[in-house]
């Protein structure tokens, strides 16, 4: 018997499941297409890895907390064999296609394939929110005797198929990333369909927004996700249909500095923070103080060098907003 034969379509169990599934999808998307810095872009030169850009207009340039060692193509599989593939292409000698009509239709295939794929990975990770939330709001419970007495479960939690039990922040921490893939969904779709919509950002923005303000309580204030967080948000905003919300652009990526610049700070004082540790959070993901001499030399770097990055990116966004308003004068 199946997961969804034993628990049903929307049973609290499968909201994990769901997720894992949905992001599964999205991240094999961005890996095999170039929409978001993840695949070959059409008519570019080939290149030997396909990890995230430096680009600074990139909207995933700090993409969770890997480092720049960790994303190098020795580490990664998938840019490994890129770079094996493009070097046998060298190495062989051209050869044209037999059926130049075969080709083309195994390209509209595959497009099909990942555009199928695309309409999955939102239908999944939509479900997924949608049970979250309803965990959350009490209208979902794993005990549904409790709902039909009119009782509300003193607080949410969700029992896992792997026994392990899930209390609200775990549960508000799972929505937020839920929210964030939706976001990344969203402009996923606009850039591979060529048709980035001001509709993409605007639900990109409203998805980007709810992880944030989910996110924000529960990490730590230096947290590289809460940069990531405001940093998201503030790139969706740049490009809103609203003109009011446009104009908060610039805040939420200067907030993303900020939380890097508190980042650097907390880790001057690390050794500090190894003798008395600061107040733990509720979510206590992040704690650098526990990081050894050579992990904190490494992590100071990489920070350094996104903070850099961030700061570039405001100076050309206060460059712009100048220029927009002595265009308007």
């Known amino acids: ?46 290149a ?11 909207c995933f340039e700090f993409r969770n907390d890997v480092s720049e060692e960790d994303s190098d193509s020795a580490s990664n599989p998938v840019a490994l064999g890129k770079r094996k593939a493009n070097a046998s292409e060298e190495e062989s000698e051209p050869q044209q296609p037999d059926d130049p009509g075969q080709e083309e239709e195994s390209e509209n295939e595959q497009e099909q394939e990942e555009d199928d794929d695309m309409g999955v990975a939102f239908t999944v990770l939509d479900l997924s ?67 980035l919509t001001k509709e993409n950002f605007e639900q990109a923005s409203v998805d980007y927004e709810a992880s944030l303000n989910l996110l924000a309580p529960l990490i730590p204030p230096y947290a590289r996700r ?29 907030r993303a500095a900020d939380v890097l610049q508190r980042r650097l700070d907390q880790i001057s004082h690390i050794n500090e923070h190894r003798d008395a ?38 100076s050309d966004a206060h460059a712009e907003h100048d220029v927009t308003d002595s265009a308007a004068r």
């Open 226 to 254: 809460l940069s990531d967080a405001h940093l998201r948000l503030g790139l969706a905003l740049e490009f809103h249909p609203e003109q009011s919300r446009r104009k908060l652009a610039k805040d939420y990526i200067n």
């Open 277 to 314: 540790p600061p107040e733990k959070h509720v979510s206590d993901a992040d704690a650098i103080w526990q990081l050894d001499e050579d992990q904190i030399r490494r992590e100071e770097k990489d920070v350094q060098e996104m903070l850099q990055d961030l700061r570039v990116k405001v």
């Open 129 to 195: 929110r949608v049970i979250f939330e309803k965990i959350l709001h009490g209208s979902v419970t794993q005990s549904p005797e409790s709902l039909s007495k009119g009782k509300h479960p003193a607080k949410p939690e969700l029992k896992l198929i792997t026994g392990e039990v899930w209390g609200e922040t775990e549960l508000q921490i799972e929505l937020a990333e839920v929210r964030n893939d939706l976001g990344d969904i969203g402009l996923e779709t606009g850039a591979y369909m060529h048709r």
């Open 48 to 58: 030997e890895s396909i990890s995230l850009p430096k680009n600074k207009d990139s």
């Open 1 to 46: 018997m199946s997961r969804r034969n034993r628990y049903g379509d929307d049973a609290p169990e499968l909201a994990p499941i769901l997720h894992s599934y949905g992001r599964a999808l999205l991240e094999h998307i961005i890996a095999t297409s170039g929409a978001l810095g993840g695949g070959p872009v059409p008519n570019a030169e080939p």
